[in-house]
């Protein structure tokens, strides 16, 4: 019982101190946002004063000049669209592309798979000169169609592999009744297994929607007209406008309002994206 005990102890102590580390940690992680919605919030004169994060009182006048100062409104349009289309091409290439991996049984289809997950090791710089000269030749520069059109044809081979995975997972007895009753390959996969994915469906919506809406090197290579800018090319724009001033309160305050749309999606969909990373799995 003595022992027992003693265990029990050791056991709130250890968890105790991985919740202290895990605290200060996420303290850490949230600083510069911290800093950098505070400085949002403060007079010309305010921000001049380091020693003090919080100062009162606060003013959303960064957030009014910054507004006005730039084509923010037309910046998040972009990216919306951009974004837009990315997520729905990319669920719905990505997962025709697994649904066969995981489903059909053809000859080499191992070997396909392994062929298509060695582009991982592609570096983009590699096929970056290629694909610019040949968007170039088809006219597709300073349009959105660069950075859209290759999500519909399966572009993301790690989303390729987490969907196959779950698709993996899930039991062949499922088609075979449908196949039997008469169903079609593509009524087997859009009415049974789509169903069923919801979670890792979940989990690529939200990696292929951060990445999009953070994506900066793509924009920048195939865009050049300021009125087809994304927010992170409209934030850079913004902040060589700005200059050299001290006044850096309008550069924060679109900054926040940059990250603030992938804080509010993780904060109220981090419960499905764990669950679906962990329904998803690394099965073979």
Known sequence: ?????????????????????????A???LLPI???LTSSLKTPEQLTNYKQLFQFPITFRAYAEGWKGGRFLTYIKN???????????????CSLAAFGFAKFNVRGKNILFM????????PTTVTLIPMY???GKLHWLNTFIPLTLPSFFASS???????????????????EAAR??????FRVYAQIYMPNAKPALLVVLINQLVFCWNDYMAPLIYLGKPAKFTIALGLNAFKGEQGATMDVGPLMAMAFITILPVLILYLFCQKYFVEGVAATGIKG
């Open 1 to 25: 019982m003595k022992d027992r005990k003693n265990a029990l102890k050791t056991f709130r102590t250890s968890d105790i101190f991985i919740e202290v580390v895990l605290i200060l940690l």
């Open 180 to 185: 039997i009753d008469g169903a079609g390959w």
């Open 115 to 122: 062929v298509v997950l060695s582009t991982m090791m592609v």
């Open 79 to 93: 990216s919306v669209t951009i974004a837009g289309l990315c997520v729905t091409g990319t669920l719905i290439s």
């Open 133 to 135: 000269l040949f968007y």
């Open 27 to 29: 303290m850490l992680f």
């Open 157 to 175: 081979t790690y989303n390729i592999f987490l969907l196959r995975q779950f698709f993996s997972g899930l039991p062949n007895d499922l088609s």
């Open 34 to 36: 911290t800093w950098m």
